[in-house]
């Protein structure tokens, strides 16, 4: 017999709160990036510049920032 489908989240998929202007904006950034073939985040990095996107700090994003700042976004 086949078990029916049950549905669950991931951790990351349940939230507390919607997601706020700057999330949405890192989060379209993101698929514009994947669309266009990123796969590391360099690449990544490459379209945040191209859409004059500073950094948390006002600087220029490294991949650390941007591993840092996905982290700090994922908790």
Do not use: C
């Not at 086949?2 to 939230?15: A, L």
């Not at 514009?32 to 500073?54: H, N």
Request: proline share 8%.
């Amino acid at each position: 017999m086949k078990k029916p489908f049950v549905p669950y989240n991931e951790t990351w998929q349940t939230r507390t709160h919607e997601p706020d202007p700057y999330e949405n904006m890192l989060g379209d950034v993101l698929e514009s990036a994947f669309a266009r073939g990123a796969t590391t985040l360099s690449e990544i990095i490459s379209v945040m510049t191209e859409r004059d996107i500073p950094a948390p700090d006002g600087g220029s994003w490294t991949e650390r920032s941007l591993a840092d700042e996905l982290a700090r976004l994922a908790d």
